[in-house]
């Protein structure tokens, strides 16, 4: 596995910044992890953090990278988010989103709950973005909006799947097809909700590694943003 990559988080205009990320590489396998807390009050940033703790801890010790091992790392993440809520009465209503993207040598695999994202980008193109667990997404699914109403529909922040809301965690794991020159964004709903798919693949051809794609799109996104505007962070990877 060969990639580079490049990361970014912000409080933006909130008083905590509820967002984790964390990326665990050695070369021969990697995992580039971002949670989106909920539970406010700084409580959904105790449950981002245990997010992306437990899963690189858990990744750093499997034997094999697939759909068994990885939902075994969520499963762990949801399960020290309960722990944590049964240790202290504050903490019952922190939850967590999660997006992430797991590779060895010869297999990658997405896997997201919640409204975080995952693109990929294959010839400058998006061929892949992870499915959202939120009301504005299910009725985008049934046909009652349009997939572009999703940004900005009043329901959108109402999730239906997170990490710490039960016993089952039901990840949606995709397997991707990365090959040399592809891309792959990683990033919290206030990063995806600022910039289209348009945009992000234009300056992804105008970009000669990570760091000045992330950049071409933060100026994007901070022209754009509102004063009171969500935390916001990502993870860009060109491989």
Known sequence: MNCKYATYTSVGGRNN???ALKILDNGRRAAF????????????EIASEIVVNTVCEAFAVIRKVNVKEIANCI???NKAIQRAQAESVK?????STIAALFCDKSDTFAVNIGDSRLYHFHAGRVTFISK????AA???RIGEIKETQIRFHPDRNRLTRVLGNCQETRPEIYKLPLINGDAVLICSDGFWEYIRETEMEIDLAKSANPDEWMNYMLIRILNEVKEDHDNLSAITIIF
């Open 17 to 19: 910044n509820e967002d």
């Open 91 to 95: 903490l019952k209503n922190m939850r």
């Open 132 to 135: 959202d667990h939120s009301v």
């Open 138 to 140: 299910t009725l985008a």
């Open 75 to 77: 499963e762990k993440a």
């Open 33 to 44: 992890v971002l949670a989106d807390g909920l539970g406010g009050y700084g409580f959904g």
